[in-house]
């Protein structure tokens, strides 16, 4: 089994267990529901059949499963995904993906090579709902199910902005739902061999935390680790944030071979709740405003497992002056997109309270060429429109520029590129 790390078994478990046996009958806690999310199945037939095993005896009556990504180990390959197809079938009775929402979803990976036309032939074929029903081939795309709203992103391509992050912003800054849930494949923060991703905690960890998210998972490392609720505000080590913090769950230990989980890797110690080298899967139950998480090996051991109560949502606690959204809870200057753009970009930055802004741009020289905002400005998320031109209205050349946000004592960069 590799590491070996007791299950937490606590007094809020035992409680919410018993209060579920005493009302559920009633239909205190609304309509009950769950879901399972795992990752990297990799074509690791023998493991990958022994975790579906355990789904299908320990989380029967599940509404849907998603997988975090490298579905297959090679996308292009029609005898990988056969194989999946095949266990799939076999233990599950199929993919369903003819349901609404489909059964079985899933992010793509790198090993699901959707930037190859075989891979994305592939995915549409063994994962043909999720075109169907969302658009977008199927890589990214939006969903609700009864109170809880599921983003799920593509990480494996060149540019986090474009299309994908103009529905995120719309999803979470428009969202009705009790609970919010991402799924993508490159986890933030990494506990082995792979790298801290500091572009996704700018462009997609700090608005999704700054609106509520309440879990993101993600797969690529293989192995499990969970965070405590963490204040993702685009630093490396970020605070944490018990109550209204968002949770990263790392679920790659879905049959690919296992790696060594570093629970200190780059200095994370701090942000983790619990960790294992074994293969298993994620297991959410919900009933309104209660979540009872639980991650199950693959020999139905429950390894983890904890409450959550649902984060705030943009909205759902208006405050005078925001037009009904939730004031954010960190300065941040997020990516331009789109990025690279031509002929024009926009810029957004976030201000917790009101603030003396000023959002400059620079060439790579670090020359000034223009001032876009330079006043005092209301606590809440902003837009502004750069047009690529200089304090003169010149039309500026092809290059690397930077826009550069200072408030009060909050200063950032964000590089832009321009390609005419």
Known sequence: MGYTVQHRSSKRMALYIALCALYLPLGMFGQSWKFIV???????????????????????????ILNAGDVVNNGTSTSDWEIWQEAVD?????????????????????????????????????????????????????????????????SDVSSLTGAQYTMLLNAIEQNPKTWLFTVWHNPIFDFGPKSYEDEIHDTWGIPLYQNGCDIMFMGHAH??????????????????????????????????????????????????????KDYGYCELSINGNVLQYRHI????????????????????????????AELPRAYNLHQNYPNPFNPS??????????????????????QEV?????????????????????????????????????????TKAVKMVLLR
């Open 38 to 64: 795992y990752g990297d199945t990799r074509s690791n037939d023998d493991k990958h059949r022994e975790v579906l095993q355990s789904m299908a005896a320990n989380s029967p009556g599940y509404a849907f």
């Open 297 to 324: 090996l693959r020999d139905g051991t429950i390894f983890d497992e904890e409450i959550y109560d649902p984060n705030p949502k943009t909205g759902s606690t208006p405050i005078a002056g925001t037009g009904g």
């Open 223 to 276: 192995y499990y680790v969970r965070t405590k609720k963490l204040g993702l505000n685009g630093d490396k080590h970020p605070p944490l944030d018990p109550d209204d913090g968002t949770v990263q769950i790392v679920a790659g230990n879905g049959a690919a071979s296992l790696k060594t989980v570093d629970p200190d890797n780059e200095g994370n110690g701090y942000m983790v709740e619990n960790y294992i």
């Open 90 to 154: 076999d233990i599950l009775g199929g993919s369903g993906q003819s349901s609404i929402p489909p059964r079985y979803m899933a992010t793509p990976g790198n090993h699901d090579n959707l930037d190859q036309s075989a891979g994305l032939a592939n995915w549409h074929a063994y994962l043909p709902g999720q075109a169907q029903q969302f658009g977008n081939e199927g890589k990214f795309f939006v969903f609700d199910y009864l109170n809880a709203r599921f983003v799920i992103l593509d």
């Open 345 to 366: 970009t926009t810029i957004e930055f976030s201000l917790p309270v009101d603030s003396e802004v000023s959002l400059k741009v620079y060439n790579n020289l670090g």
């Open 370 to 410: 223009t001032t876009l905002v330079s006043e005092a400005l209301a606590a809440g998320r902003h837009r502004v429109v750069w047009n690529a031109e200089d304090v003169y209205g010149n039309r500026l050349p092809s290059g690397i520029y930077m826009s550069l946000l200072r408030a009060s004592s909050f």
